[in-house]
């Protein structure tokens, strides 16, 4: 899939912007603050609802505005969709083709983008739920079902967890935990079965970035204790989650962690070398998502070359080159020559010339 035009307005330090960007590698060069990550944030928005920065959504509306929106012409390959999203207090707006869709999902999973940024080694250094929301998000655009899994079980935590804090009877917190078991089966399934096919493009990708630290494992934890059913599980726990007053095992606990021979906890590894598992691990995602999909996701690379030695710099471009994939790629200045079919964009203080 291919952005054939962006159009932005009111987000961050752009009034308005309009992209029409190359099918193969773009990139945005400009100084510290220039608007350059904002523009990926903006692609980053329409495939995942939220953006990869701290600072929640309302940030992402320029100062003193009281909405923004991020307009794309993405052409999926065998059609082309326009994809149209807003963000004001009263929450997230999406349109396809100019129509208004009651679900952000629905705009969601038409476009796929795969971003490595600074941020991206808190998948191996930073909490349980960035590996979860790395996890869901593969999960969600390769299996249809997933999404409404993962809605039931959600209600049915929201409403468990409200009893717990209400002190509800036994009977009452049975009905919903019957419907947590049952959905918490379907999304283990699930997501065991993406990370299974992750696992194969990740080793492969390991292997061949950090080599020095042996043989890799990755190591999956449904987020309950092994061999007990769910609704065992939750029955067993109700005194202890009243105190707690929420629930404290079940799928929204999932993680999956990363491990190798040569350091099997993740605090052994090097800051470049977490940075280097990140990076096998968001592209491994994106060629799952191809294998599974047929359609190439986009990629966006913040401030690549900060984050990268040069031969590991050069080892990802080649890796872009072949990848097919429409890229965007921030810096603060690219020292090699412009290559055919690159288009370079230069970001000056919210706006942006080719
Ligand atoms: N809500 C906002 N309203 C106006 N300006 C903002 C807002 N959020 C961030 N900025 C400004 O937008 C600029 C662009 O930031 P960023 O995209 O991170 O730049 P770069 O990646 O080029 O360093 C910064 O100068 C920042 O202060
Ligand atoms: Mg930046």
Redesign the pocket.
Known sequence: MRILRLNLAQL??FESLSIVPAAGINLLQ?A???????VLEALFLLSHGRSFRPGGSQ?????GQLECTVYAELDEGSQTHRLGLARSAHGWQARIDARPVSRLSSLLVHCAAICIEPGSHDLIAGPAEFRRRFMDWGVFHVEPAFLEAWQNYRRCLQQRNSLLRRNGDSAQLAVWEQGMDGAAVRLDEQRRAYLGRLRIRLLEHLARWLPELGAPMLRYQRGWAAETALIDVLAAHRIRDREQGHTRQGPHRADWLLGFEQAPERHQLSRGQTKLAALACLLAQFEVFRELRGATPLLLLDDLAAELDATHLEQIVSYLQNSGAQAWI?GTDFPSRCQPGMRVFH?EHGTLRA
């Open positions: 961050r330090c400009g510290n603050g220039s608007g350059k990550t904002s940030a992402l509306i320029r100062r921030t970001v």
